[in-house]
């Protein structure tokens, strides 16, 4: 498969998730990507278009872990990320796959996310 292909099918599952994952500022859209280095994790409310929470794993803190887009990788910065949700108000998530498989890692962050306190 070429990989013009291949990004026009990631492209088709993002449109069609988007279609049914919306976030409110009481419940906004959790949305997390993993790069073949790196993973970001953003708390987003979609009527008023602005970012409540970012993290990810080139944050100055995290940084110092070496943190890499693996299941390790996946689990401290889903934990980091709920408590940067917290203590930005936000309690409760609309979760955004970006198009990847709700498996691996994707699973471990939001399991993760679960543990440290939000609610999805």
């Keep these: 498969m070429s990989t013009t292909r291949k990004a026009d099918l990631l492209q088709k599952r993002r449109w069609r998730i988007r279609k049914k ?12 990507r993993f790069t073949s280095k ?7 409310d979609d009527e008023a278009g ?4 970012f993290l990810s ?5 995290l940084r110092k872990e070496k ?14 990320f709920a408590a940067k949700a917290k203590a930005a108000g936000i309690s409760s998530v609309v979760f955004d796959r970006s198009g990847a498989r709700y498996h691996g890692k ?3 962050f939001a399991d993760a996310a679960r ?4 609610a999805f």
């Design 38 to 44: 790196h993973v970001y994790a953003q708390a987003i």
């Design 57 to 61: 794993s080139l944050d100055a803190d």
């Design 106 to 108: 994707v699973k471990v």
């Design 67 to 80: 943190l890499s887009a693996n299941i390790a990788g996946a689990k401290s910065l889903g934990v980091a």
């Design 50 to 53: 602005t970012t409540l929470a």
């Design 21 to 32: 994952v919306f976030g409110t500022a009481a419940r906004p859209r959790l949305a997390v």
């Design 115 to 118: 543990e440290g306190g939000l």
